[in-house]
């Protein structure tokens, strides 16, 4: 347990920070995760368009915040974007 002033101030800061991390970290799993049942489900183009808008807005809030690095949050962005684009690749065009 800390015993000066500053060190007590610093641990509540801490859980506070700890708890809003947490919370912002579970919103994107589950927005993420919203987003490969959409594409998987096979969506309409637009709606599918429209999914990943919002995710790659959460995906960048979560960086502007500093809960996600930028590097993590640009791979992120790029790999949903390269889910998204073979989803809605012609089938014929696949190879295989």
């Known amino acids: 347990m800390a015993n000066h002033k500053s060190a007590l101030k610093r641990m509540r800061q801490s859980e506070t920070r700890r708890l809003r991390n947490r919370q912002v970290n579970s919103q994107l799993k589950t927005v993420l995760k919203s987003f490969y049942s959409a594409v998987d489900a096979k969506t309409d183009a637009a709606e599918m368009t ?37 989803a809605q690749a012609p089938a014929d065009t696949v190879a295989g």
């Not at 949050?73 to 790999?79: E, F, G, H, L, T």
């Open 50 to 86: 429209e999914i990943h808008r919002r995710t790659v807005s959460e995906i960048d809030r979560a960086a502007t915040r500093g809960i996600l690095h930028k590097r993590t949050a640009a791979r992120k962005v790029s790999r949903i974007t390269a889910y998204l684009q073979k």
